[in-house]
């Protein structure tokens, strides 16, 4: 049972770049959260996709933006990329169903702008 | 205040002592609770869910006070294994999704 799976590991961009960050969920799970976690502070919950649409979005700018496939996986893309995007990007597969709200983490992407 | 508060430690403990976190949220509406553990330079990783009625998980206690807005988890027999941060994620009501978690408690386990 495959768990929740990220690419890449590692990322080095500059200021004002792009970047594309993938995740496939767990499977039988149908929904994607992504989130931004800065050294020492807790995850920040930047949105959720879901029957390929986001049905969530936290406090982020519309530099940040994504998608779901049909296949459930996600991409997360920030654009124009500032020093202070640097942080360990996690996504989370969940189920959509009330009481299914156990979020599975998968290793995350961790991204320096430069 | 912050939605979800949490003492950000190091709670530095013995092995074998008993250790206790508080999470405190403020939104009175908050509907689901979770205690996750994330290892350094890991992914958090579900520990347990918070019930009304309380809960246990092998030394793990966890316990929720609707009144005063806390959640809390008692760690006994401490593990120099059980070094970790702890997170706390609260669940808004109203069908939404959206987790908000704590900054986490750094626990530290020594000989």
């Known amino acids: 049972d495959a768990g929740v799976t990220q690419s890449p590991t590692h990322l080095i961009k500059t200021r004002g770049q792009q970047v594309t960050l993938r995740c496939s969920p767990k499977s039988g799970h149908d929904t994607v959260s992504w989130y931004q976690q800065a050294l020492g502070q807790g995850p920040q919950f930047i949105f959720q996709?879901?029957?390929?649409?986001?049905?969530q979005r936290g406090n982020f700018p519309d530099r940040f933006s994504g998608h779901q496939f049909p296949n459930y996986s996600s991409e997360l893309n920030v654009n124009a990329l500032l020093l202070g995007d640097s942080a360990l990007y996690l996504c989370?597969?969940?189920?959509?169903?009330?009481?299914?709200?156990?979020?599975?983490f998968g290793p995350g992407t961790r991204l320096l702008v430069l | 205040r912050k939605e979800v508060e949490q003492d950000p430690g190091p709670f530095n403990v013995p092995e074998g002592a008993t250790v206790a976190f508080n999470c405190t949220y403020s939104?009175?509406?908050?509907?689901?609770f979770f205690w996750y553990r994330q290892d350094c330079r890991k992914e958090p990783k579900l520990l347990m869910s918070v019930y009304s009625s309380g809960n246990e998980d092998g030394r793990f206690t966890a316990q929720l006070n609707r009144a005063s807005q806390y959640i809390s988890l008692l760690i006994r027999d401490s593990k120099l294994s059980d070094s970790a941060t702890y997170l706390c994620?609260?669940?808004?009501?109203?069908?939404?999704?959206?987790?908000?978690f704590g900054r986490g408690t750094s626990l530290i386990v020594h000989p």
């Open positions: 996709y879901y029957e390929e649409e986001e049905r």
């Open positions: 989370a597969s969940s189920l959509a169903r009330a009481g299914e709200e156990t979020q599975y």
């Open positions: 939104n009175s509406a908050s509907q689901s």
């Open positions: 994620v609260v669940f808004a009501s109203g069908g939404s999704y959206i987790p908000t």
